[in-house]
């Protein structure tokens, strides 16, 4: 196996009996599609978008 399946309970977090999401939904995908943290910028791996941080 080249890497670790991710696991989708991952992606959450539940607070004070609510679920929030811990990742940044895609703009331009849509519900569903969670864009990876670089650190510098959020990126989508299906439709290429990058958005970069702002730094302060």
Known sequence: MKHKPVR????YEIKEGKVERKKKVCPRCGEGTFMAD???RWYCGKCKLTIWKKKD
């Open 8 to 11: 989708v309970s991952s992606f």
């Open 38 to 40: 670089h650190g510098d």
